[in-house]
């Protein structure tokens, strides 16, 4: 049974007020979702990747917990934090993999919703890691549609509700962060890759 946004929104608002234990029936309630979401970025990763999606879960939710400032008004919040928690263990994975070992083609990554990209996706994940960091220098909000669609699987109208935006705002901020981050990561491309 998929739980209620009421539901989950009063989880949210436990946590908020310091409830630890709210975090743990969060948890209970949302882990399908979060499964769910971290197959999907783990679907993506290279063959014989050492982080399974439940493990990629159990991670989240250690990081989660460690969370001192929580304030979340819907489930919309909690997931664009789950997504970056998330991203942040990959991104710190691959950062770890490429500092051990360096070198080799760049493969280029393709910025879609169906997350369609190449072998060395962890590369590029750095990559667009870096890239996302100076599109949140320049717009913090277009950095956080990224995040939320293209890492967390919201969809237009989560992102929207999560950064009270409305839908329209988030397409036209979706589309402007592709482009921008495309001409970025083609910076970053060798020649001839």
């Not at 991670?59 to 909690?78: G, H, I, P, W």
Request: glycine letters at 4%; aromatic letters at 6%.
């Amino acid at each position: 049974m998929k739980p209620s946004g009421l539901q989950v929104t009063q989880l949210l608002k436990a946590w908020s007020e310091g409830e630890p234990a709210a975090l743990d029936k969060i948890m209970s309630v949302v882990y399908q979702e979060l499964h769910r979401m971290a197959r999907r970025y783990m679907a993506n990763e290279r063959p014989g990747h050492t982080l399974q999606a439940t493990a990629l879960v159990h991670e989240a939710y250690v990081r989660l917990v460690d969370q001192t400032q929580t304030s979340f008004e819907n489930r919309a919040q909690f997931f664009a934090l789950c997504a970056q928690v998330m991203r942040r263990i990959l991104v710190d994975l691959a950062r770890t993999r490429h500092a051990q070992k360096r070198g080799g083609d760049v493969a280029p990554l393709e910025l879609e919703e169906s997350l369609a990209v190449g072998k060395e996706r962890s590369r590029d994940l750095v990559a667009l890691d870096d890239a996302l960091k100076v599109l949140a220098a320049q717009d913090e909000r277009k950095s956080r549609v990224v995040e939320m669609r293209f890492f967390g699987g919201l969809s237009v109208e989560e992102t929207a509700e999560a950064l009270k935006i409305s839908p329209e705002t988030v397409m036209r901020d979706w589309k402007f962060a592709k482009s921008w981050l495309r001409r970025e990561l083609d910076k970053e491309t060798p020649h001839g890759a």
